[in-house]
C-alpha cells in the first residue's frame, strides 16, 4: 500500500472526476434503482415472514405465501437483489474514481445489469412456484444461478481490466478491498453453485459447503465492498488521511485469512468432521483481529472529527454501519464457542446475528455510500433532508430493536430447547413475546426503506430545482472546522 | 486542493462540467503510516493463541471419522463421550405435560367426576386385583365405561396411546408412578413391548370388566421379568 504520503499527490482535479463520474454513471445508476426496488420487496417479504412467526394464519391458505416461500424468497431477493447490486455500483464507482481511468465500454456493464436483474427475477419467481434448492442463501433454482454468475463475470472482467488500466501509484486500501471482493465473489458462487445446486455432491457434506458459502458471502463479499466504501468516504468526508496503513494491512489480511474459515463454526454438534467445526470456531474468534484494527483505524482518523456525523448523511449512515459490522464480529465471535453455541445453536440468536451483519452493517452502510455517489453522479442534491432523517432513525431503531429482543429471547429460547425437561412448544411459548416486538421492528425497517426509495426517486424525478443546497440533516455550526462533508 | 472550475479543463470538448457536489469533494483519501498500537498486538498474539489451542484440542486429529472429539476445556467440563442417557422421569415428566396433563391435571388429581386421579389410584400403583399388565394395556388400547378409582366411579372414555413408543410408554408411566407420593417399580420398555405383542393388535377400549378377566402381573422390585400371575384366574379368556 501507499509507502510514502508525499508521492501520493492529490492527482485528480475536478474536471477530471466529473469525466470519471460521467462515465460510470449509467450502470451506477442502474444497478443502485434496481437494487432499491428488491430492497424494498425483500423487506416486506422479511415483515410477513416476521408476522407468520406470531400468527401463522396470516395470509394462510395461499401456496405461494406460505413461510417457507416468504421468509427465503426475503433472504434471497435481500442478498442478491439488493445486497450485491448495490455493492456492484458501489465498486465500480470506486474502482474507476480509484484507478482514476474513465469507464470504457459502459454498455457492457449495462447489459450485465439487466442480465443481473433478469437472473434475480427469475431465482425469485423459481423460489415462488417451489423450485427452491432449499440451501440457505442459495435457494435460487439452478437455472437462475446460470444468468446471475454470466452477469457477473461481466462485471469481474471490467473490474479487473480497469484496475490493470489504472493511472494511480500505489494501491490505496479500498483498492484492496475491491479486488478482494470482486474477486472472491464468483469464486464463492461459482464453486458453492456447482457443488450444491449444479451436480450436487453427496449429502453429507453439503452443509459444510454451505455453511463455508454463506460465511465467505458476508466476510469475502459483502465485508470487503462496505469496507472499501467506507475507507474512502469517511477521509474523503472529513478531510483527514487515514490514520495508519499497517492497521489497514492487519484488518485486510486478517479478513481474508479468516473470513473464508468462519462459517462452519455454526455446524456443531453436527454429523461432521470435528475439525470442520473446530476451525469454524477458531476462525471466527480470530475475526476479532479485523474487527478491532478496523475500529481503531476509523477511530483515530475521525478523532476530533465526529460532528460531521451529525449534517452528513453519508457519513452518519457510513460510521453507524461499520460499527455494527464491529458488533457483528465481536458477537459472532462469542457466539461460535461451543459453550455458547450449544444452547443458541437454533435459536433467533441466528437471525438477530444475521440482521445486524446484512442491515445493520451493509445495508447502512451502502445507504451511505448512496447517499454520497448519487448526487456526483447526477449533479443534483437530494431532494429532502427531512426524510433522509427519518430514514436514518426508523432503520437504526428497528435493527437495534430487532437485535437486541432477538438476542434476549434467542438466550431463553436456546436454554429452553437445551433443557429435556421444558417441552418445544413451551420454548415457542416464551419466544413469543420477543417475536412480536420483532416483527414491529420489521415494520420500521419497512418504512425506512420506504423513506429510502422516496428520495431517490424523488432525486430523479428533480424535485428539487439544480443548484439548491445540499441536503443536511442537520444545521451545520456557522464556524465549523469540519468540511461540509456530503 | 484548489476548486476547478470548468474553464480549466482540458478543451476536449466532451467532458461534463463538474457539478456542485464534485466540487465541494475533498482530496482524494491517502494514508498515514502511524504504528500499529502496541496493546492490540499483543491482544492478537492471545487470540491466536487461544485460537491454535482450541483446534489442536478439538481436531480430533483432522481425522474425518472423528466426530465429537473430547472437549477438554480449562474448567475440565464436557466429556467427548456419548451424552449421558438422559434420566427417564425426565423426559416421562414432558411426554406426561404433553399428552396426559390436559385431563389428568399436572398434578394427577384429575377433575372430580370426569377424569380419574392418578394420584394413589389403585391402577397406577397396583390394587388387589389390578396389575401392572393392565396398566400398559389401558395406555395401549385406551379405556371406557364405568370404572372404580379410589372408591369412585367414573363413566367416561380415554383414548389410546399406541403410537407412542415403548420408551416413551415406560417413562411416563415410571414418571406417573413415582411422582406425587407414589411408590411403585419403574415399568421397562421391555415390559411394555411384551404386554403390546401380548395384547395383539387390538384397538378397542378396555372396560373394566374385560381387564378384570385378564390375570395380574407385577414387575418384581429388582424390574427384572414379570413374576407369574398372581392369582392363577380360573378360564380367563386369553388376552385379547
Known amino acids: ?49 416476521a408476522i407468520k412467526l406470531v400468527w401463522p394464519c396470516f395470509l394462510d391458505g395461499c401456496a405461494l405465501l406460505t413461510y417457507g416461500r416468504t421468509s427465503v424468497v426475503s433472504v434471497n431477493a435481500l442478498a442478491f437483489g439488493w445486497a450485491t447490486p448495490a455493492a456492484i455500483g458501489i465498486g465500480l464507482w470506486l474502482t474507476a474514481r480509484l484507478c482514476r481511468v474513465e469507464l470504457a465500454r459502459y454498455k457492457s456493464l449495462l447489459a450485465a445489469g439487466i442480465i443481473w436483474n433478469i437472473g434475480t427475477f427469475v431465482g425469485v419467481a423459481g423460489i415462488f412456484v417451489g423450485d427452491n434448492t432449499s ?14 454468475l454470466l452477469a457477473f463475470i461481466l462485471i469481474a472482467v471490467w473490474a479487473i481490466v480497469t484496475f490493470n488500466h489504472r493511472k494511480s501509484g500505489p494501491l490505496y486500501v479500498s483498492q484492496w478491498f475491491l479486488v478482494a471482493g470482486f474477486f472472491s465473489f464468483p469464486w464463492l458462487y461459482a464453486t458453492a453453485s456447482q457443488l450444491l445446486v449444479w451436480n450436487p455432491i453427496q449429502a453429507s457434506a453439503q452443509p459444510a459447503i454451505a455453511a463455508w458459502f454463506a460465511g465467505g458471502f458476508f466476510n469475502l463479499w459483502l465485508a470487503p465492498m462496505g469496507l472499501a466504501a467506507a475507507f474512502y468516504l469517511i477521509p474523503k468526508a472529513v478531510g483527514r488521511q487515514i490514520n495508519s496503513n499497517h492497521l489497514s494491512l492487519v484488518a485486510f489480511w486478517s479478513l481474508l485469512l479468516f473470513g473464508a474459515w468462519s462459517g462452519t463454526s455454526r455446524l456443531i454438534g453436527g454429523p461432521l468432521p470435528a475439525w470442520m467445526v473446530s476451525v469454524g470456531v477458531a476462525a471466527s474468534v480470530m475475526m476479532i483481529i479485523p474487527a478491532l484494527a478496523v475500529a481503531l483505524n476509523l477511530h483515530f482518523t475521525l478523532d476530533g472529527h465526529y460532528a460531521a456525523m451529525s449534517w452528513s448523511p453519508a457519513l452518519r449512515f457510513t460510521i453507524t454501519g461499520v460499527s455494527m459490522l464491529v458488533f457483528t464480529w465481536v458477537f459472532t465471535a462469542i457466539n461460535s464457542l461451543p459453550a455458547v453455541s450449544s444452547v443458541t445453536n437454533f435459536s433467533d440468536i441466528t437471525r438477530a446475528l444475521n440482521l445486524l451483519g446484512y442491515y445493520g452493517f451493509f445495508s447502512m452502510t451502502a445507504f451511505g455510500a448512496i447517499y454520497y455517489i448519487v448526487p456526483r453522479l447526477t449533479g443534483k442534491e437530494w431532494p429532502s433532508s427531512c426524510l433522509i432523517s427519518w430514514h436514518f432513525w426508523l432503520a437504526t431503531t428497528g435493527v437495534l430493536l430487532a437485535v437486541s429482543v432477538l438476542i434476549l429471547g434467542g ?43 422516496l428520495v431517490f426517486a424523488g432525486l430523479h424525478w428533480s424535485l428539487r430545482r439544480p443548484g439548491t443546497a445540499p441536503a443536511l440533516i442537520a444545521v451545520r455550526e456557522e464556524n465549523s472546522q469540519e468540511p461540509v462533508a456530503v | ?107 394427577g388429581m384429575g377433575v372430580a367426576g370426569q377424569f380419574p386421579p392418578l394420584v394413589a389410584s389403585e391402577w397406577v400403583v397396583g390394587g388387589a386385583w389390578v396389575g401392572d399388565n393392565h396398566l400398559v394395556k389401558i395406555l395401549l388400547a385406551g379405556m371406557q365405561g364405568p370404572v372404580q378409582v379410589k372408591g369412585n366411579t367414573y363413566n367416561n372414555a380415554m383414548p389410546p396411546w399406541s403410537q407412542l413408543k415403548d420408551d416413551q410408554i415406560a417413562a411416563i408411566l415410571t414418571y406417573i408412578r413415582s411422582e406425587w407420593g407414589n411408590a411403585a417399580v419403574p415399568i421397562t420398555a421391555d415390559y411394555v413391548k411384551t404386554v403390546r405383542a401380548a395384547s395383539g393388535d387390538r384397538k378397542d377400549p378396555w372396560t373394566q370388566k374385560e381387564l378384570k378377566a385378564i390375570p395380574a402381573e407385577t414387575i418384581p422390585a429388582g424390574g427384572a421379568a414379570p413374576a407369574a400371575p398372581a392369582a392363577p384366574a380360573p378360564a380367563a379368556p386369553p388376552a385379547a
Open chain 1, 411 to 453: 438466550l431463553i429460547q436456546g436454554f429452553a430447547l437445551h433443557d429435556i425437561g421444558v417441552t418445544f412448544r413451551s420454548s415457542m411459548d416464551f419466544i413469543f413475546p420477543f417475536r412480536f416486538v420483532a416483527a414491529l421492528a420489521a415494520l420500521l425497517i419497512v418504512c425506512a426503506n420506504l423513506a429510502f426509495a
Open chain 1, 135 to 148: 440451501i440457505s442463501h442459495l435457494n435460487f433454482p439452478g437455472y437462475a444461478t446460470h444468468i446471475l
Open chain 2, 1 to 107: 486542493m484548489t476548486s476547478h472550475t470548468p474553464s480549466n479543463e482540458p478543451p476536449n470538448g466532451e467532458s461534463p462540467a463538474p457539478n456542485a457536489p464534485v466540487l465541494r469533494e475533498g482530496p482524494e483519501p491517502s494514508e498515514k503510516r502511524a504504528p500499529v498500537p502496541f496493546w492490540l498486538i499483543i491482544l492478537s498474539a492471545v487470540i491466536i493463541f487461544w485460537a491454535g489451542i482450541h483446534l489442536a484440542l478439538n481436531s480430533g486429529g483432522f481425522q474425518a471419522n472423528v466426530y465429537n472429539p473430547s472437549l477438554v476445556s480449562w474448567s475440565g467440563g464436557g466429556s467427548g463421550g456419548p451424552a449421558v442417557a438422559p434420566d427417564p422421569k425426565v423426559i416421562g415428566k414432558r411426554l406426561f405435560s404433553q399428552n396426559c396433563a390436559v385431563c389428568h391435571q399436572g398434578s
Open chain 1, 1 to 49: 500500500m501507499s509507502n510514502d504520503q508525499s508521492s501520493q499527490p492529490d492527482t485528480l482535479n475536478s474536471a477530471e472526476r466529473a469525466t470519471i463520474d460521467s462515465s460510470v454513471a449509467a450502470p451506477v445508476i442502474l444497478f443502485f434503482g434496481t437494487a432499491i426496488f428488491w430492497l424494498l420487496f425483500g423487506s416486506v417479504f422479511e415483515l410477513i415472514s
